[in-house]
C-alpha cells in the first residue's frame, strides 16, 4: 500500500462545479496535512495546511478525518484558473520536517 | 526578490557524465531539500540538509551527490551511476528540517534529459 494514495484523475468539471478529492494516508500517527497545488511543468506551491478541525479558504475547505485516515479538498464555484494538479502531502511521525507527497490529482475544469 | 533559483531550466545529459544541478536560495532558510519527479508521481526525496556541511540521504539517494558548504547553496549532482536520471528535479527550503509542519517553498524546477 502506498503511503498516500490519490485518485489521479483527470476530474473534468464545468466552470461553477463544486468538486472533491480525497486521499488517504497509511501511518495512523502521521502529523501534519497539506494541500498543494503544481500547475502543468511548474513547481508545487502550497494551498492549504489541513487542520483537525477543517479549514476554509476562499472557496477552498480542507477537511482531516484521523478515524479513516483520509483527508480531501473540496473547490466550490470552480474557476478555469482551477485546473491543476493538487497534491496531498503528509509529513509523517518522527520524521521531522520531512513529506510524503501523493502522485496527484489532476482537475480540469472546463468553460 | 526573495526566494529559490535553480538553474539550468533545462539539462542535457550524455552517457557517462555527471551534471550539477543549482540551486541557490535567499530566504535565509536552514533546511533544503531535493525531490524528484516522474510522470504522474509524487515527488521522492533524494536529499537534504539541515544545516550547512550536513546532509543526509533521502529515499532515493543512490547515483546522487549533495555538498552544502553555503548556507544559501544545495547543488545536486547526477552521477553516471543514476541509470535512469530523466525527471523534473525541484528544490526546496524550509526554514528547518526538524520541526513537523514548516512550509516547504519549492524553486522552479529543472528538467534533465538523457541524449
Known amino acids: 500500500r502506498k503511503e498516500v494514495e490519490q485518485d489521479p484523475g483527470p476530474f473534468n468539471v464545468p466552470e461553477g462545479a463544486t468538486v472533491a478529492f480525497n486521499c488517504t494516508y497509511s501511518?495512523?500517527?502521521?502529523?501534519?496535512f497539506f494541500w498543494y497545488r503544481q500547475d502543468c511543468r511548474k513547481e508545487p506551491k502550497l494551498l492549504m495546511s489541513v487542520y483537525s478541525s477543517g479549514n476554509e479558504d476562499g472557496r477552498f475547505t480542507a477537511q482531516l478525518n484521523r478515524a479513516s485516515q483520509y483527508i480531501s479538498l473540496l473547490i466550490r464555484d470552480s474557476k478555469l484558473s482551477d485546473s491543476a494538479t493538487y497534491l496531498c502531502v503528509v509529513n509523517p511521525p518522527n520524521a521531522g520536517n520531512m513529506l510524503t507527497f501523493g502522485g496527484g490529482t489532476r482537475l480540469m475544469v472546463k468553460p | 526578490d526573495g526566494g529559490i533559483t535553480q538553474s539550468p531550466k533545462y539539462l542535457f545529459r550524455k552517457e557517462g557524465q555527471n551534471v550539477t544541478l543549482s540551486c541557490e536560495q535567499n530566504l535565509n532558510h536552514d533546511a533544503m531539500y531535493w525531490y524528484r519527479q516522474d510522470p504522474g508521481q509524487g515527488l521522492r526525496l533524494i536529499y537534504y540538509s539541515q544545516i550547512v556541511n550536513d546532509f543526509q540521504k533521502g529515499d532515493i539517494a543512490e547515483g546522487y551527490s549533495v555538498s552544502r558548504e553555503k548556507k544559501e547553496s544545495f547543488p545536486l549532482t547526477v552521477t553516471s551511476a543514476q541509470k535512469n536520471p530523466t525527471a523534473f528535479y525541484l528544490c526546496?527550503?524550509?526554514?528547518?528540517?526538524?520541526?513537523?509542519?514548516?512550509?516547504?517553498?519549492f524553486g522552479p524546477g529543472t528538467r534533465l534529459l538523457v541524449l
Open positions: 501511518n495512523s500517527a502521521s502529523q501534519s
Open positions: 526546496a527550503s524550509s526554514i528547518s528540517a526538524g520541526l513537523a509542519g514548516e512550509t516547504q517553498y
